[in-house]
């Protein structure tokens, strides 16, 4: 089955740029989604069609893909963005099978 | 504004059937295709399958054989069951509304807030 891969953490001073990868052989061919998942919360999209913001996401979270590995970038990283993100794409053969990155937690310190 | 509310049991034996509702308000779940997501305590998200506009599913293939997910077009809900569920099938599930054209591309948003369900004797 299909599989998407990202770092299981990433950590970053209040400020610095976070980027969290996500990486699959589909990716050349689908777009790439964010989820963004606070501690007990249920997961919210950032980042649709790899790079547009659903409305009231914040501008310092961009999205982007090349060939087989899409990014996230939050930009100027803030103590709120603490949380676990997923990407989330397709596969390309047979019916659309629907598949979920591991997750990586963000810590902001 | 689409919302969408899952309920059901907390609490399922070993061997028997996880059953859930999710009630959607704001839209019909004749517009679009729904789907169920589930998060083991401490893990990551696990698609489990969608039911579409017109009543079709697909599942994943890792539980195709025990879930089962229709809608109920008169109360606006959608169901999930899970049968012969184990302590592994302990998760939080979600329901989703997907977005895009369903043939090569789509995403979920907005999702329920989840439910809790403890496989447990």
């Known amino acids: 089955s299909y599989e998407l891969t990202q770092p299981p953490s990433v950590s970053v001073s209040p400020g610095q740029t976070a980027r969290i990868t996500c990486s699959g052989d589909?990716?050349?061919?689908?777009?790439a989604y964010w989820y963004q998942q606070k501690s007990g919360q249920a997961p919210v999209l950032v980042i649709y069609?790899?790079?547009k913001r659903p409305s009231g996401i914040p501008e310092r979270l961009s999205g982007s893909r090349s060939g087989t590995m899409a990014t996230l970038t939050i930009s100027g990283a803030q103590v709120e963005d603490e949380a676990d993100y997923y990407c989330?794409?397709?596969?390309?053969?047979?019916?659309?099978?629907?598949?979920f990155g591991g997750g990586t937690t963000l810590t902001v310190l | 504004q689409v919302q969408l509310q899952e309920s059901g049991p907390g609490l399922v034996k070993p061997s028997e059937t996880l059953s859930l509702t999710c009630t959607v308000s704001?839209?019909?779940?004749?517009?679009?295709?729904w789907s169920w997501i589930r998060q083991s305590p401490g893990k990551g998200l696990e698609w489990i399958g969608y039911?579409?506009?017109?009543?079709?599913?697909d599942y994943n293939p890792s539980l195709k054989n025990r879930v089962t997910i229709s809608s109920d077009t008169s109360k606006n809900q959608l169901s999930l069951q899970l049968t012969f569920v184990t302590a592994a099938d302990t998760a939080v599930y979600y329901c989703?509304?997907?977005?895009?054209?369903?043939?090569?591309?789509?995403?979920?948003?907005?999702w329920g807030q989840g439910t809790l369900v403890t496989v447990s004797s």
């Open positions: 989703a509304k997907e977005y895009g054209d369903y043939v090569s591309d789509n995403w979920f948003d907005p």
């Open positions: 704001g839209v019909s779940v004749t517009d679009s295709y």
């Open positions: 039911v579409s506009y017109t009543g079709s599913t």
């Open positions: 589909a990716l050349p061919k689908k777009y």
């Open positions: 069609e790899d790079y």
């Open positions: 989330y794409s397709t596969d390309t053969r047979g019916n659309l099978e629907r598949v």
